[in-house]
T-cell receptor
Framework: DAGITQSPRHKVTETGTPVTLRCHQT?????MYWYRQDPGHGLRLIHY???????DKGEVSDGYSVSRSKTEDFLLTLESATSSQTSVYFC???????????FGPGTRLTVL | QQQVKQSPQSLIVQKGGISIINCAYE??????FPWYQQFPGKGPALLIA?????SEKKEGRFTISFNKSAKQFSLHIMDSQPGDSATYFC?????????????FGKGTKLTVNP
């Protein structure tokens, strides 16, 4: 998985609780992305980062925030989890010029 | 305009047959068209990609055909094998301000029967 780890790999939480997912890369790539994958919807971009402390919204950003204080780490936070955020979350990295996004192994999040 | 429409949703092919997956887009600002392959429990992985100024690209048994005027592109898997059984996603890339965003189709689950 191209030097990308995601933690935790599985999480079950209650509605209304905060949740933080971590993506860690060892490739020193500039760009990092968070996607969610749901049956019938494919992969949808939540947020992305184009550098340390530089982030922007994707198409499904409501209810999510991100932070990137170091090149290697990109955090996705659900401030108050809802059942609609039950999904598989993938982190991806790219170096832009190469034009390939490399995906992590995913985190399966269940919000009860 | 940001959508990429992919069909079929699922596909069953016999070993040795040809698998064809189709995608269509509206936004002419898309400038790169990758296909990703995903096995159960894994993240997607790049399979093959094409630029819009090329009509066809072939890598082994995998071929992308691209029709810029029709805004359509397709993946052909020749001599399909059971190991090709996976979910395939087409995508289109939007480059803005130096960063790239992928817009994915909804995926096609391919099953190749032995």
């Amino acid at each position: 998985d191209a030097g990308i780890t995601q933690s935790p790999r599985h999480k079950v939480t209650e509605t209304g609780t905060p949740v933080t997912l971590r993506c860690h890369q060892t490739e020193n790539h500039r760009y990092m992305y968070w996607y969610r994958q749901d049956p019938g919807h494919g992969l949808r971009l939540i947020h992305y980062s184009y550098g340390v402390k530089d982030t922007d919204k994707g198409e499904v950003s409501d209810g999510y925030s991100v932070s990137r204080s170091k090149t290697e780490d990109f955090l996705l936070t659900l401030e108050s989890a809802t059942s609609s955020q039950t999904s598989v979350y993938f982190c991806a990295i790219s170096e832009g010029v190469v034009r390939t996004q490399y995906f992590g192994p995913g985190t399966r999040l269940t919000v009860l | 305009q940001q959508q990429v429409k992919q069909s079929p949703q699922s596909l069953i092919v016999q070993k040795g047959g040809i698998s064809i997956i189709n995608c269509a887009y509206e936004n002419t600002a898309f400038d790169y068209f990758p296909w990703y392959q995903q096995f159960p429990g894994k993240g997607p992985a790049l399979l093959i990609a094409i630029r819009p100024d090329v009509s066809e690209k072939k890598e082994g048994r995998f071929t992308i055909s691209f029709n810029k005027s029709a805004k359509q592109f397709s993946l052909h898997i020749m001599d399909s094998q059971p190991g090709d059984s996976a979910t395939y996603f087409c995508a289109a890339t939007l480059t803005q301000g130096g960063s790239e965003k992928l817009v994915f189709g909804k995926g096609t689950k391919l099953t190749v029967n032995p």
